[in-house]
């Protein structure tokens, strides 16, 4: 059974940094696609960053210059580093992969890892 397990988050002053991982587990033949999203209270979730498995990288304008995604294909594993954060990156931060697997591709998400910026 395919897994996406995420780590990383945590409480931070605003202007200060967190890197998140997420590492899937299982039977994997192949993985496209990894991104992060994002999900305030209150709020739709939201595309952060996304990679491709030839390295290229998509952002939300809001993280543009401040966050940077990145990928270990050997380890199937993707980061988030969040530099400069600010109040309003508080959220719950989701980590998403297009995954094939012995059941074919499927889109998997991680548990969610809770990012708290305080003021």
């Known amino acids: 059974q395919v897994q996406l397990v995420e780590s990383g988050g945590g409480l931070v002053q605003a202007g200060g940094s967190l890197r998140l991982s997420c590492a899937a587990s299982?039977?994997?033949?192949?993985?496209?696609?990894m991104g992060w999203y994002r999900q305030a209270p209150g709020k739709q979730r939201e595309l952060v960053a996304a990679?491709?498995?030839?390295?290229?990288?998509n952002y939300a304008d809001s993280v543009k210059g401040r966050f940077t995604i990145s990928r270990d294909n050997a380890k199937n594993t993707v980061y988030l580093q969040m530099n400069s954060l600010k109040p309003e990156d508080t959220a719950v931060y989701y980590c998403?992969?297009?995954?094939?697997?012995?059941?074919?591709?499927?889109?998997?998400w991680g548990q969610g890892t809770q990012v708290t910026v305080s003021s």
């Open positions: 299982g039977i994997i033949f192949r993985i496209n696609g």
């Open positions: 990679i491709t498995s030839g390295g290229s990288t």
């Open positions: 998403n992969a297009d995954i094939l697997s012995g059941l074919g591709w499927y889109d998997y």
